[in-house]
């Protein structure tokens, strides 16, 4: 299998990366933002957009009273006004050396879809964050905002390997912990694994979910996991996991792998009832989906991209 | 089953079992693959062997399959034996039934073929069993060596029975000599069989280490004498071939119709009618309605149908058998009509049937003819009386003086007339009878002399001294068998001075005095000249019972040459057929085989009749001769039901001697199965290993 993971090609076309302007990241609930942006925010601030008057209290700006009001209700209210914030856009990348597999490659995938994510991200001066995990968070770049960081994130994402040696073994778990001490900040938060994980899925969604996070997991599998056959898995095999080193001996036949199919079908709609347990979006890509297909396509009927 | 080196491949067992079992379980190669994860593998395997009992033996099926191949040539390599038909040193005769009834097609092709496949494999086991020995020669005679048998014979039987080949262990010879049996339209007589097998069977019986095991491969259906068929000394093993309730597993039900009589005879009075019996049987187990069509030298002349009911489970036949079918069955049939000349019958069924020799049955009918006679004697109203009780239409009489005027070609009736009933009366005899008077000139036509003799070179009569002249003798031998002594007992017979006879080579004695020849035949130029050298006045013999059984015997045989007055002519098969014949030197007739045989003495005598047909001739015979119809007509060999038991008796022999057994090596068989099962083998693996 070629190692496509790190080919310094371009993550990112000229000509995509124009497709993509149009594009926004959505959240599908209002959260709060550090900065101020294009984004409607949770506070009442200083924008032009009225929301609401409320009764005067000591200690009120005083340059906030509708004096127009007072003259006619001789009482004192405030004007508020919708504050717009930037969006906190956190891009989190599976490194595990099982994403280094099938052709095409999961890694580069799923660095490609990191690309379009963050580049979408940063060119609606949302702030973006990359995190790459295996055991635990390994590589990060926090705080992007803007086009002038693009070649960073571009920069980040291509010189991203697959973990090998001991840290090979995902542990999403850990890695979802870490992550929830790093981002602090509420915002959107995108998952790009396999999640072929053989931890507890639902204690590493736990460190995730809740009212701070807006969180999006997309599970990709190459097209030699959903049908072994395309990748010649038959006859008396010794199966090596690409993690662990743990071999399984098996004699694929057909029964075999119908069963297979069925166990993936099943595991599947684990991760997917886990997700939507946790309220976590899911969707599932094969990754001879073409990669412009999922972006413009796929993530937009699921509300990521807008 | 027994093996012959156990040792050995108990040996190569435990080598060669651990090892495929550790072979398969250790060191099987299994390519490496990298997945992404094992996690759905393992679960999958494991809820593969939950959910299917089977799946550790599906999963083990191919070693299952490769102990089995070892399993196989290791038994091979035992050499496992198998008792076969006949013990060190006892020998087998296979006795094969050809007769008509064998020819029938209720086992594919026949069940000839059927039986002459179950010879072959009989000798086939016999074959192998030459092999342990390692000393059986490959042709004639072997010594017997150990472990082999003590050979085989190779009888065939219908009519009569016959050496097909004798014992040898060279299965060569003996199959040979089973293929060589040819199909024959004859009844079943398995009495001289077992007559030929006999002296074997008592030199078995006589000595202890060998016995005899004779096989006869028969549909059963066999004739009896009424006596009972017994083979002491022997064991006799029946094996059936052919349909019916006994018969063989997945052969047809007997479905046959035959026609099991068939005869024709000339009124009485009126010999230009003609009257036609036969007798129709059915032998299938369902009612059979067919039509009966008589045909007149090719011709159909009538046509009459038939409806005949399903046999009965048993049909009585032989002595026993009532004279009138007892169900519907059996029907007999008759047709009527005028016919003076002479011409070949032919009745035949169009039933579809198992046995076709027995559809057909044909006779030649013979002109109508009226024997005439004449007696030369000065006055013997013994003799006279005794012609004429022996059924002679026309007797004339003459005075020897009178028959000296006569010339010679006026008393010949030169042959058969085609006309038949023309020359009633004055143109010619068929015999002449001489009392007491010896003609001048020797008479073209067939006589019968007393006292007297015929001018020809090869006999003259001696009379009596003057002395003896009335001394009485006996008579010390007559040759019954011959057709003019047939059921004539002379023993009572006293003759006085009968004088005696000097024959030469050419004639035949037929009976002796004590002085000589008394009576004897003689043939010159095709015309029969029996002379008898005593007076039949000069002694007891017209007041016997045997002198006008004689005298009929005589009539019948010079005059008609044997045949009834009137009768067809029709033999059935097996039968010796004596062709009245002047001319030439040997006579071919053409049918369903060729016979050819030389003429003697005025006769050519054909070999007994194989097959069923018309044989034709191109000699020159009296008709009827120029074609003979043969036919079958045997109820017993029409009923197609197959014996389920053969009753031949025998004398019990020594049963407490151990049966030691032919061993059969059958290494070979799992040698083939393991073959099989590694094709099998195969199969499985590339059906596992390509989806």
């Known amino acids: 299998m070629p190692d496509t993971a790190t080919q310094p090609e371009s993550l990112l076309s000229p000509s995509f990366m124009h497709r993509l302007d149009r594009l926004d990241v959505m959240s599908r609930k209002v959260l709060i933002g550090k900065m101020q942006g294009e984004r409607r925010s949770k506070k009442k601030g200083q924008s032009v957009e009225f929301a609401d008057y409320r009764s005067y209290v000591v200690g009120d700006d005083l340059r906030f009273i509708d004096w127009n009001l007072y003259a006619r209700l001789d009482k004192l209210f405030l004007r508020l006004f919708m504050e717009e914030e930037d969006l906190s856009v956190s891009v989190v990348l599976d490194v595990t050396a099982s994403m280094d597999f099938g052709e095409p490659n999961k890694l580069l995938y799923a660095k490609r879809v990191a690309a379009a994510l963050s580049y979408i991200g940063l060119t609606h001066y949302n702030r973006v964050n990359l995190y790459t995990f295996a055991d635990t968070v390994t590589d990060m770049a926090q705080g992007m905002r803007g086009r002038r960081p693009i070649p960073r994130m571009l920069g980040f994402l291509q010189r991203q390997e697959p973990i090998a040696g001991e840290a090979a073994s995902g542990n999403l778990a850990n890695a979802c912990k870490r992550l929830a001490l790093l981002q602090r900040q509420p915002g959107v938060i995108v998952l790009l694994s396999d999640f072929l994980d053989k931890g507890d899925l639902n204690q590493a969604l736990r460190y995730l979910a809740g009212e701070k996070h807006d969180v999006y997991a997309i599970q990709l599998l190459s097209p030699q996991e959903v049908d072994p056959a395309k990748g010649n898995i038959l006859g008396d095999l010794r199966l090596r996991d690409i993690e662990d080193g743990d071999i399984a001996e098996v004699s694929v036949s057909p029964a075999l792998l119908k069963k297979y199919k069925a166990n993936l079908q099943a595991y599947c709609q684990h991760v997917r009832e886990q997700c939507l347990r946790r309220g976590v979006a899911y969707m599932i890509s094969e990754t001879d989906v073409p990669f412009d297909t999922l972006v413009l396509k796929y993530l937009r009927q699921k509300g990521l991209l807008g | 089953m027994s093996f012959l080196s156990p040792g050995l491949a108990l040996l190569f067992a435990g080598i060669t079992i651990p090892l495929l079992v550790s072979l398969y379980f250790l060191k099987l190669r299994r390519r490496m693959v990298t997945v992404s994860s094992t996690l759905l593998w393992k679960k999958a395997i494991r809820e593969m062997q939950v959910n299917s009992p089977f799946q550790r033996m599906r999963r083990s099926l191919l070693l299952l399959l490769q102990l089995l191949i070892l399993g196989a040539l290791l038994f091979a390599m035992a050499r496992p034996t198998m008792e076969t038909i006949a013990n060190p040193g006892q020998r087998v005769v296979i006795v094969i039934d050809h007769s008509g009834s064998m020819n029938a097609t ?458 009834s007055e009137g009768a067809g002519v029709a033999y059935r098969t097996g039968e010796v057929v004596s062709i009245p014949a002047d001319t030439g030197d040997s006579i071919t007739y053409t049918g369903p085989e060729t016979l050819t045989v030389r003429r003697t003495q005025g006769a050519a005598v054909l070999p007994p009749l194989a097959r069923a047909g018309i044989y034709t001739t191109d000699a020159k015979v009296q008709p009827p001769y120029d074609r003979l119809g043969v036919n079958l007509l045997d109820a017993d060999e029409s009923d197609l039901r197959t014996a389920g038991v053969l009753n031949v008796s025998t004398v019990a022999g020594d049963t407490t001697a151990q049966r030691a057994g032919i061993r059969r090596e059958v290494w070979r068989w799992f040698v083939w199965g393991a073959l099989g099962v590694m094709l099998l083998e195969w199969l499985v693996y590339t059906r596992r290993m390509h989806l």
């Not at chain 2, 059927?114 to 074959?127: H, P, R």
């Not at chain 2, 069989?193 to 066999?222: K, M, N, Q, T, W």
């Not at chain 2, 309730?245 to 009485?268: E, L």
Request: charged share 20%.
């Open chain 2, 106 to 563: 209720d086992v594919s092709p026949t069940r000839l073929d059927e039986a002459k496949k179950a010879a072959l494999d009989l000798i086939d086991s016999m074959g192998a069993g030459g092999d342990n020995g390692g000393g059986a020669s490959s042709t004639g005679e072997t010594s017997g060596g150990g472990g082999t048998s003590g050979g085989a014979m190779v009888v065939s039987f219908a009519q009569n029975a016959q050496v097909r080949q004798t014992f040898t262990n060279d299965p060569v010879l003996l199959r040979d000599a089973v293929k060589q049996i040819d199909a024959t339209d004859q009844v079943s007589m398995l009495e001289p069989a077992l007559r030929l097998i006999e002296p074997y069977a008592a030199r078995s019986s006589a000595d202890d280490s060998e016995g005899l095991v004779v096989y006869i491969i028969s549909d059963g259906r066999v004739r009896e004498d009424g006596r009972g068929l017994s083979l002491a000394g022997a064991t006799l093993k029946y094996i059936p071939i052919g349909g019916g309730p006994a018969g063989n597993a997945g052969a047809a039900d007997p479905d046959n119709v035959g026609i099991v009589s068939f005869s024709a005879r000339r009124d009485f009075d009126k010999p230009e009618i003609v009257q036609v019996f036969a007798r129709v049987a059915n032998y299938g187990s369902e009612p059979v309605k067919a039509n009966l069509s008589l045909s007149l030298d090719g011709k159909v002349t009538r046509v009459q149908p038939v409806s005949l009911g399903a046999a009965p489970a048993v049909v009585a036949t032989g002595p026993d058998a009532p004279a009138t079918p007892t169900s519907g069955y059996e029907t007999s049939v008759q047709f009527d009509f005028v016919l003076p000349g002479t011409a070949l019958l032919e009745l035949s069924h169009d039933h579809a049937d198992q046995l076709p020799v027995d559809d057909k049955a044909r006779l030649t009918l013979a002109p109508a003819r009226r024997l005439r006679v004449l007696l030369v004697t000065e006055g013997n109203a013994f003799l006279a009386r005794g012609i004429q009780s022996a059924g002679v239409r026309q007797l004339a009489m003459m005075t020897p003086a009178k028959f000296e005027d006569q010339a010679p070609e006026s008393l010949s009736r030169g042959g058969w007339e085609a006309a038949g009933t023309s020359g009633l009366a004055g143109e010619g005899f068929d015999v002449i009878v001489f009392d007491g008077y010896s003609p001048t000139t020797t008479p073209l036509v067939d006589s019968l002399y007393f006292a007297a003799a015929p001018p020809i070179e090869g006999i003259r009569r001696i009379p009596s001294a003057e002395e003896d002249k009335h001394t009485s003798e006996r008579i010390l031998y007559a040759d019954d068998s011959h057709p003019l002594l047939r059921y004539v007992v002379l023993d009572d017979v006293i003759l006085s001075g009968p004088g005696r006879l000097e024959v030469s080579p050419q004639a035949t004695v037929l009976a002796t005095g004590q002085s000589g020849p008394i009576m004897a035949e003689i043939v010159q130029d095709g015309v029969r000249h029996v002379v008898a050298s005593f007076d039949v006045l000069q002694s007891n013999w017209p007041i016997k019972i045997s002198f006008p059984v004689f005298l009929g015997n005589t009539m019948q045989t010079l005059g008609l040459g044997g045949m």
